[in-house]
């Protein structure tokens, strides 16, 4: 089950006391106690892994440890070790304790979300001339504590959409070596699976239904998604009473959730062409091509056809460098 938005609390650990002690050895009279260990930091790290969300399913409360209180003779209180946080590449950090909004896209990244209290000075460190048995010390300061909403966007190069049952998983395993689920119902992707074609990821996204901008089906969870794709394959079933109907509901549901989807470069497919006649099949492809003059017939049983979709692939692939 894949996880792509989770909200969490996170609190770094706080900083110790200092501690108030003297130095019992004769001739070597003085204040010794030592300064308190800081508290833990926290950290997220950005990773390949997409399913990294997994780890906050249940747990939801992460909380670093505090540092230790100052000891006798000049001994420091020992730190509070820091938590580093795996999430996934794409990763958007909703700060809602500070409305602030980071996105995260490098691999290996590594950002500080809640910082560990300072531990407290000892009263060796309050010693001077005049004062020189003092019994002040300090407390460690809290650690921060965060509300983080997190919101994983797939960076994926091409983005599969339609609507369920048009044959995008299909075509992803025959041009990939993902195993995507394949049936014959609705909603058989219920989380997004990514295939490679040479150096493109491609993403196929579980089927929009009318009203998905709204939260209808599986709504706006996977209609982000889309968001970073550079360029989308649209799916339209030849089985489909009325091609241009389900394009349209397509389009309109991704301008509804975010207008610049409507601008990414858009290839659409008349899929599953084998299940009808050649007859058939014009006469739909003509309807299609009224909304968009570049639409093409396929199936995954038609060699000819995966080549075409291949040699799309290859010229995304030139202008992606």
């Not at 780890?55 to 992460?62: A, L, N, S, T």
């Not at 009224?290 to 799309?312: E, Y």
């Amino acid at each position: 089950m894949l996880i792509d938005d989770v909200t969490i609390k996170v609190k770094a650990g706080n900083g110790g006391n200092g501690s108030v002690a003297f130095n019992k050895t004769k001739m070597s009279l003085g204040p010794t106690g030592a300064d308190g260990g800081h508290g833990g930091s926290v950290y997220l790290e950005v990773v390949s892994d997409l399913a990294a969300l997994v780890q906050f399913r249940y747990k939801k409360e992460i909380i670093a440890k505090n540092g230790e209180r100052g000891k006798t003779q000049l001994n420091d209180g020992s730190n509070g070790p820091d938590i580093v946080l795996r999430v996934p590449v794409g990763t958007v950090i909703h700060n809602l304790t500070t409305g602030e909004d980071l996105e995260i896209v490098a691999i290996g990244q590594k950002v500080l979300i809640a910082k560990g209290g300072r531990g407290g000075r000892g009263n060796y460190k309050f010693r001077s001339a005049i004062n020189t048995s003092p019994e002040e010390f300090e407390e460690g300061t809290p650690g921060q504590e965060r509300e983080l909403r997190l919101e994983l966007k797939m960076i994926a190069d091409v983005g599969f959409v339609g609507l369920p049952n048009v044959g995008k998983s299909s075509l992803l395993n025959e041009v990939t070596r993902a195993k995507s689920k394949v049936a014959n119902y609705h909603f058989t992707t219920l989380d997004p699976n990514l295939g490679a074609y040479y150096e493109l990821i491609l993403a196929d996204l579980p089927g929009l239904i009318e009203g998905a901008a709204e939260g209808k089906g599986l709504g706006i969870k996977f209609l982000r998604h889309t968001e970073r794709t550079k360029a989308l394959f649209h799916f339209v079933s030849a089985e489909s009473a009325d091609p241009v109907k389900d394009y349209n509901i397509i389009r309109r549901e991704l301008g509804a959730h975010n207008k610049a989807l409507l601008d990414k470069p858009e290839y659409v497919f008349l899929s599953k062409e084998d299940m009808l006649s050649k007859e058939e099949v014009a006469k739909k492809l003509d309807a299609l091509k009224t909304v968009n003059k570049d639409a093409l017939p396929i199936s995954i049983h038609d060699m000819d056809s995966i080549k075409r979709v291949k040699k799309i692939l290859r010229e995304i692939i030139k202008l992606k460098y």
